[in-house]
């Protein structure tokens, strides 16, 4: 079974440019969630979609926003960018229905601004 | 905010069982202890989790005490490739409920 993936692997942008990273989830899940990790931050939540819905974000403005398409994927946008926009984002999804135990995580699209 | 307290780091002999202790002492009825561990620059991965009873599974044990304010992760015989940060999370287990890591346990295992 393929895991979730994530593209690209490493995008490097300058400062007021945006970003577009993409997700696939496992095949079957319908729920995407999207995580930043910066240096000093830890991980944290941004973003949760669900049958092609935005359901929850985090803490985070407007400028980072997202979509998840019919085919479940989701594309996750950062327009603006800001020099504390460099980090890692992870995206992992969950299969839909109860039990709600495991989100199974990508390897992560690494964002460097410049 | 993490709504759990763990050690920065920990250090364990390859081969040997490593203990890694969590505080939740404002944990709910509703909500699972769950842990994950991140491998470096890797996406976390889910290890295991419960409510109220010890759980086992092929990865590791979880141990609750009663009062379920604290929990303790056993990794029965840590190898090298043990060696990531540990997040202990505390999570009502229903539909779109994020994970609130915290800062984890380092652990470092050596030979």
């Known amino acids: 079974e393929a895991g979730v993936t994530q593209s690209p692997t490493h995008l490097i942008k300058t400062r007021g440019q945006q970003a577009t990273l993409r997700c696939s989830p496992i095949?079957?899940?319908?729920?995407v969630y999207w995580y930043q990790q910066a240096l000093g931050l830890g991980l944290q939540f941004l973003l949760w979609?669900?049958?092609?819905?935005?359901?929850n974000r985090g803490n985070f403005p407007p400028r980072f926003s997202g979509r998840q398409f019919p085919n479940y994927s989701s594309e996750l946008n950062v327009n603006a960018l800001e020099l504390e926009d460099s980090a890692l984002y992870l995206c992992a999804s969950t299969s839909p229905g109860p039990p709600y135990n495991e989100q199974f995580f990508g390897p992560g699209t690494r964002l460097t601004v410049l | 905010d993490a709504k759990t307290t763990q050690p920065t780091s920990m250090d364990c002999a390859e081969g040997r069982a490593a203990n890694l202790p969590c505080n939740h002492s404002t944990i709910s009825g509703n909500e699972y202890v769950y842990w994950y561990r991140q491998i470096h620059s890797q996406g976390p991965q889910y290890i295991i989790h419960g409510l109220k009873n010890n759980e086992t599974n092929e990865m590791a044990s979880l141990i609750i005490t009663e009062d379920r304010k604290s929990s303790t992760l056993i990794l029965p015989h840590a190898t090298l490739r043990d060696t990531a940060v540990y997040y202990c999370i505390v999570r009502v287990n229903q539909a779109g409920t994020a994970l609130i890591f915290g800062k984890g346990t380092t652990l470092s295992v050596s030979s």
């Open positions: 979609y669900d049958e092609g819905e935005e359901r």
């Open positions: 095949s079957g899940h319908t729920s």
